[in-house]
């Protein structure tokens, strides 16, 4: 079995990020530059946006933060979205999720300009990503891809089953493994919470998605010997054997389903440390998209 190390290839990346940023600079080319739009105070979006300003500045790249009260009307936000779409300073901005209620998710997604979408959210990467055409592919799914990739995983006519499709990881996830292209060509099943017969699909994988949310899920008697197992699920529990009080659990039981596969994503330091890295490629991209 092997042990995916996504903290390991998301340090090789930013490391390899960090030399063209420098190399772009003594050339005298443009600094990329990512904004990131956060609205009110939650606290995971704070954590999330802080840690990409950060990798921003570990990278070399320049970053705005632009912090707007919860009440912030639809309009404004729309209207300040309009700015960075015009900014030629910005190479491409998220605006982090979720948002307050009042404001609808949808229309923030289509007002992003998409050549600056560095979150692949807008529907014309969203369509260019179906057409396998080059586009900013979302985060998470961008990054499990990598993961493939840099540890040579063969997937070229593998079945491989995706639980979860949601609009971020799920479904693109799917869409990026049938791919014509490598990693991809894969035979792929998406399933959902109204699948009748998830084990008897899970049992038939060479490879596993596993992104549903739900604590431990996969269990060993769903994996097949020698599959691949990949692990987005993120649940934080309550813990009385960490100091913080909570624990960071998986969608797969590790612990039994590792003995069974050839390769496998830990929780935490799997998918999660490649998510940033997507986002800062991505944005890198859009910079050179303007050279
Ligand atoms: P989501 O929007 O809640 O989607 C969950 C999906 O799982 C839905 O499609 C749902 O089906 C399906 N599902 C729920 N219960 C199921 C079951 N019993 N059997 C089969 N399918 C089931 O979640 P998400 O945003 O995709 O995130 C999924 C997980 O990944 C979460 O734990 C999240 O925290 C984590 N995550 C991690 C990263 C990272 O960087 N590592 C990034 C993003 C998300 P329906 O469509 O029928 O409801």
Known sequence: MVLIDGKKIAQEIKEEVAKEVAQRKARGLKTPHLSAILVGNDGASETYVGAKVKSCHEVGFES???????????????????????DPSVDGFIVQLPLPKHINEQKVIEAVNPAKDVDGFHPVNAGKM???????????????????????????????????????????????????SYPGNCTVTITHSRTKNLKELTLQADMIVAALGKAEFLTADMVKQGAVVIDVGITRLPSDKTKSGFKLFGDVKFDEVAPKCSYITPVPGGVGPMTIMSLIKNTLQACRNKD
């Open 64 to 86: 705005s933060l632009l912090r707007f009260d919860s009440n912030i009307s639809e309009e404004e936000l729309l209207n300040e979205i309009e700015k960075l779409n015009n």
């Open 130 to 180: 179906l057409l396998n055409l080059p586009s900013f592919l979302p985060a998470t799914p961008y990054g499990i891809i990598q993961l493939l990739e840099r540890y040579n995983i063969e997937t070229s006519g593998k079945h491989c089953v995706v639980i979860g499709r949601s609009n971020i990881v799920g479904m693109p996830m799917s869409v990026l493994l049938a791919r014509n």
